[in-house]
């Protein structure tokens, strides 16, 4: 069975200052992979996703994440961080067919 | 384009009580899907439909928890007898299709169970 590890529950960075968050995934085959972002009161937003092909994806909002396979991990990062991107951040995988494992979660807090 | 609508946003409930959760998904999308997150944790997938079948209930507690999609729309949720543990998020999103390589979300429907 398919399982993420999100290591980092609480993250916090200053404005301007780079972002990485680990995602460390388990499964047998080649995952579908994906990284979704929650704000207070709202629902999951995708921000980026791998199926194959470059394992370095762009994704909206200046955040791009890279797959290393030898490493079983997806992390995302950002250059430069801004006071808006404070929320929790979820990465997920999917087995196929819509079925998505999430990790637990990390939350980042941006100060100024 | 609307995006995935959910009612209520907030309810707060006795155990023992039952309650009932609504879904209206992205015009166009055949795979609907509810998730219930529990605080501290990643969404679980609950159940999933394709149009007005159902895919995947594996996880849903089938002695507590209903849901339909009678007309391959809209779908409820509903929770009878209401334990504390139910005490979550539950998020509706859904797909343009079976793949579910996209999943809009919606706002979700926290209840509290008291």
């Known amino acids: 069975a398919q399982s993420v590890t999100q290591p980092d529950i609480h993250i916090t960075v200053s404005e301007g200052a780079s972002l990485e968050l680990r995602c460390n995934y388990s499964y047998g085959a080649t995952p579908y992979l994906f990284w979704y972002v929650q704000s207070p009161g709202q629902g999951l937003q995708l921000l980026l996703k791998y199926f194959s092909g470059d394992t370095l994806v762009q994704g909206i909002k200046g955040f791009e994440a890279e797959f290393k396979r030898s490493q079983s991990s997806f992390n995302l990062r950002k250059p430069s961080v801004h006071w808006s991107d404070a929320a929790e951040y979820f990465c997920a995988v999917g087995a196929g067919w819509g079925k998505l494992q999430f990790g637990a979660g990390t939350q980042v807090v941006v100060t100024p | 384009e609307a995006g995935v609508a959910q009612s209520p946003r907030y309810k707060i409930i006795e155990k023992r009580q039952s309650v009932a959760f609504w879904c209206n998904p992205i015009s166009g999308h055949a795979t609907l899907y509810w998730y219930q997150q529990i605080l501290g944790q990643g969404p679980k997938l609950l159940i999933q439909f394709q149009n007005n079948g159902v895919v995947d209930d594996s996880q849903l507690p089938k002695d507590r928890f209903s849901a339909e999609r009678l007309k391959g729309v809209d779908s409820t949720l509903k929770i009878q007898p209401a334990k504390l543990e139910d005490s979550a998020v539950y998020l509706c999103?859904?797909?343009?299709?079976?793949?579910?390589?996209?999943?809009?979300f919606g706002p979700g429907t926290r209840l509290t169970v008291t």
């Open positions: 999103a859904s797909s343009l299709d079976l793949q579910g390589n996209e999943q809009y």
